[in-house]
């Protein structure tokens, strides 16, 4: 899963939200710059992380990109999961996607001087492009896989995955739809 989802497993727990967010760019066990709080959403982030890769509904959802992106099949599977996640958000959370992600990043902005300074870069294109009202579009996922692309310099285009997410859609959707509904079980949402 990707950072909306990981958002929207926090529960709503500010420590929660802040410690999902820049899990990823924490190496290591060193916490001893956070809090409690935070360090059991870091924490969390790894579980979620964990559950995700074993899941046998991402296993088969990354085999849909095996062919030309098979090395960043899980990247673009978490990708495409939180599009699904954000055309259908108000299934899963009471608020809109708008109301949710203006609240996540006021969030992380009162955060700020805790971030890495990774995560505070990528908090800054996160907001400038309000990527997680953008993954709601098809044009908005193609436009993160582009600066994506870009970022992890790879010689690869992962935008150029839309058009097998296109193809496969209604797959991806029945594989996310299990595949979410246990993960609400598994992180008692």
Request: proline share 2%; glycine share 4%; net charge negative.
């Amino acid at each position: 899963m990707n950072y909306l989802a990981h958002a929207l497993l926090s529960k709503n727990n500010t420590d929660h939200l802040v410690g999902n967010f820049i899990a990823d760019h924490i190496r290591g066990n060193d916490f001893s710059n956070y809090s409690p709080g935070i360090i059991e959403g870091i924490l969390m982030h790894r579980r979620i992380d964990t559950f995700t890769d074993a899941h046998p509904e991402f296993k088969k959802s990354k085999r849909v990109f095996y062919e030309g992106f098979e090395k960043h099949s899980g990247i673009l599977v978490d990708i495409y999961f939180d599009h699904l996640l954000a055309k259908r958000f108000q299934d899963f959370h009471h608020e809109s996607l708008e109301e949710f992600s203006s609240k996540v990043y006021e969030v992380y902005s009162n955060h700020k001087s805790l971030l890495p300074a990774h995560s505070s870069r990528f908090l800054e294109y996160v907001m400038k492009n309000n990527i997680y009202g953008a993954y709601s579009q098809k044009e908005g996922i193609e436009r993160v896989l582009f600066h994506l692309s870009n970022r992890i310099n790879h010689n690869v285009r992962l935008d150029e995955s839309v058009k097998i997410f296109e193809a496969r859609e209604t797959e991806l959707q029945a594989n996310f739809n299990v595949f979410f509904k246990e993960a609400i079980i598994a992180f008692s949402l």
